[in-house]
């Protein structure tokens, strides 16, 4: 924020006597006292005379000079300086307001940087923006993170997810070699696949079980999704730069928050409904009174594997732990 500059106090009195006609006017003070001290020693006469009628004359055009300065000093600083200062004030207001409007349109609100361990400071400010949200639009590879976040608070949302499609080969092995590359470079990355595809799995059954604290949840499966994560309320846009080479290792990446109205939020959010809304896409639905079974289907549609009541019983439970976890290490309960 710009702030606004405030020109310095002038008094007219000390200008003055830092002018030109200030030092006039000290010298025809000094030139009086000097004329009037004369007189005093000199014999009566016309030298004295004279003397005294210049120094008289001399002190009186100076108390006249200060007097006239010091009304034309005012009266310059009422019609000239004043107006000036006046339309400085106001040019300065309407740049800084014009500086907040760009800042809110192109500049985050808020950086917080790659971190090893989840950020307290960081999540209590989603979760406040959770909170206040109508609408809930989540695009990553699962969405673990989303169904947690749900589960923690209460609410009535409409929430859009859009994650990867664990039947895609391509997409399963494009985030192994990126997991290779920045986190496990000794890993096999045959594991790493069926790690992801699992994650998928519980991000599904945590969705299911955060389903009644939704108005309808809309589900979108794509073929390799964008490597950053993001997730958008109302009000903000919060990106987790996984692009970022820079904090790529850390398990948390650099994130930015964006105000709503701003450029990179209104540029997201057309092209999160484009994605929406594409054919080339598969798109379900949950709402809050679908059954296990209606699930179950769901489930097999999304990954085409057959979910039994013992596995999604595994699955909830791994969804909890994860929940935990996460809940307590971003200090969220």
């Not at 917080?112 to 999540?123: H, M, R, V």
């Not at 209606?294 to 009541?309: D, H, I, S, W």
């Amino acid at each position: 924020m710009v702030a606004e500059a405030r020109p310095p106090r002038h008094n007219p009195l000390q200008e003055i006597f830092w002018t030109r006609t200030g030092l006039l006017l000290l010298v025809l003070v000094v030139l009086s006292g000097v004329c009037l001290t004369l007189s005093g020693v000199l014999a009566p006469g016309m030298g004295k005379n004279l003397v005294t009628a210049l120094g008289t004359g001399t002190l009186v055009s100076a108390i006249i000079g200060f007097g006239q300065t010091l009304i034309t000093a005012t009266a310059a600083q009422r019609a000239l300086v004043s107006p000036v200062i006046d339309e400085s004030r106001r040019t300065l207001r309407e740049l800084a307001a014009e500086y907040r409007s760009m800042n809110k349109e192109f500049f985050p609100t808020h950086v917080f940087e790659a971190t090893a361990e989840p950020d307290p400071a960081f999540n209590r400010l989603m979760m406040q923006d959770l909170r206040t949200t109508r609408q809930f639009f989540f695009r990553g590879f699962s969405a673990r993170y989303a169904a947690a976040r749900l589960l923690l608070t209460h609410g009535e949302w409409e929430l859009r997810v859009v994650i990867a499609d664990p039947r895609d080969a391509t997409t399963l092995s494009g985030r192994a070699l990126y997991l290779l590359r920045y986190h496990d470079a000794n890993g096999d990355a045959e594991k790493i696949q069926e790690e992801l595809s699992h994650e998928v799995s519980i991000g599904l059954v945590g969705l299911y079980l955060a389903r009644s604290r939704c108005v309808r949840v809309d589900l979108t499966v794509v073929h390799d999704p964008p490597l950053d994560r993001l997730e958008m309320f109302d009000d903000s846009v919060w990106i987790h730069l996984y692009s970022d080479a820079a904090g790529a290792s850390s398990l948390y990446p650099r994130t930015l928050r964006f105000s709503e109205g701003s450029f990179i939020y209104n540029m997201e959010r057309a092209d999160f409904l484009r994605v929406c809304r594409s054919r080339t896409a598969r798109h379900f639905a949950l709402a809050p009174d679908t059954t296990r079974g209606e699930f179950m289907a769901l489930y097999q549609k999304v990954t085409g594997c057959p979910l039994t009541e013992e596995r999604f019983r595994e699955l909830g439970t791994e969804f909890h732990v994860f929940r935990h976890k996460f809940s307590t290490t971003a200090s969220l309960e």
